[in-house]
């Protein structure tokens, strides 16, 4: 039992740190660019010696770490070896579908497209924004995705109502587009737990590949009593809340008589016919809104003249606005004397 044993070379453990010049990595050291190098001393100099292809950088605690990420970057042999190890990986479009084909596709972290998800995931699933800084959702993020930094409530909701006002300016822009008339329906929604009743507007209309297309344009709460004169207050206040571009150029020529008199000239010489003033509406007025959206809307080819040749109010924060006038106006059809709960 004490004969000794031959070991080959090949046998004999290596140190795990044969390089004396080589210095730990501490906890001071928490960024994540630090996995690509190592800590090395130079003669009296500290130096950041690359994993990938031997460089040496500043490495000193007065260096920071931004020309070190900026090499990674740049790094030709950290280049092909990620190039290498890119893993591909199967998505779908519709995950909802499952006749939807698969495609494959590099993965890619994006910050932004994380938050996106995340508030879309919130406003799906009717979670709790304080979710958010729940311990354990952010200890599951980081182990999806360790790059990931789990936004504030403050911070999400915003991204919430960011994508709220995403989603109403891109069902603003398929009304604009729809070219025959748009009808309104309202249905009264009753929360259990509270008993307060809140109406749902929907919009309907038919596409350009003549498709029924149906959108909530608005979800309010209506007090008690829910009489007609309520329910058509509140139907009234939905579709003002629809109509702020045009209401937004009234207020524009309308604001100075140097204004109203430059809209007058450009109407003679496009709209003769036209002899009618514009006219904002009043809130204690019904069939206010409708005749300012009657006068308007005869004026068309004015508003887009104007937008097109006007240059200090092309500037005006309500330009744009009015540059999408020419196909809004198509879909404008207003009828002031319906009063059933479905109008068009």
Request: aromatic residues 8%; glycine residues 4%; contains cysteine.
């Amino acid at each position: 039992s004490n004969t000794p044993i031959a070991l080959d070379d090949d046998d004999i453990p290596l140190e795990t740190n044969s390089d004396p010049s080589l210095l730990p990595i501490t906890s001071r050291h928490t960024s994540a660019v630090w996995s690509d190098f190592k800590r090395k001393r130079v003669g009296d100099v500290i130096k950041a010696e690359c994993n990938h292809c031997s460089k040496l950088l500043a490495g000193g605690s007065k260096a920071g770490t931004t020309h070190l990420k900026d090499h990674i970057k740049i790094c030709p042999e950290r280049v092909c070896q990620d190039l290498r190890q890119t893993r591909m990986f199967g998505t779908k479009k519709n995950l909802n579908d499952k006749n939807d084909t698969m495609t494959l596709a590099p993965y890619e972290f994006h910050q932004e497209d994380g938050r996106r998800d995340l508030a879309e995931m919130i406003i799906l699933h009717e979670y709790p924004i304080s979710m958010v800084e729940h311990i354990g959702f952010r200890k599951y993020s980081k182990t999806l995705q360790p790059g990931f930094k789990v936004s504030s409530r403050n911070t999400t909701r915003k991204d919430i109502m960011k994508r709220y006002e995403l989603e109403k300016d891109n069902v603003a822009t398929l009304l604009r587009k729809a070219k025959g008339k748009i009808a309104l329906t309202t249905d009264m929604w009753t929360a259990d737990n509270q008993r307060k009743g809140n109406m749902a507007v929907t919009s309907h209309f038919i596409d350009n590949t003549w498709k029924l297309q149906s959108r909530i344009i608005r979800f309010l709460y209506v007090p008690a009593p829910h009489t007609a004169e309520v329910l058509a207050d509140a139907l009234k206040e939905s579709i003002q809340s629809w109509n702020l571009d045009l209401r937004d150029s009234v207020v524009f020529w309308t604001a100075s008589d140097k204004r109203v008199q430059r809209f007058e000239q450009v109407a003679k010489q496009i709209a003769p016919e036209c002899s009618r003033k514009l006219a904002l509406d009043c809130k204690t007025r019904w069939n206010s809104t409708y005749e300012m959206l009657s006068i308007a809307t005869s004026y068309k080819e004015v508003f887009v003249v104007l937008s097109a040749h006007c240059g200090d109010f092309k500037d005006d924060k309500y330009a744009k606005l009015v540059g999408e006038l020419e196909e809004g106006f198509e879909t404008c059809d207003i009828d002031s004397g319906t009063s059933g709960l479905c109008t068009e």
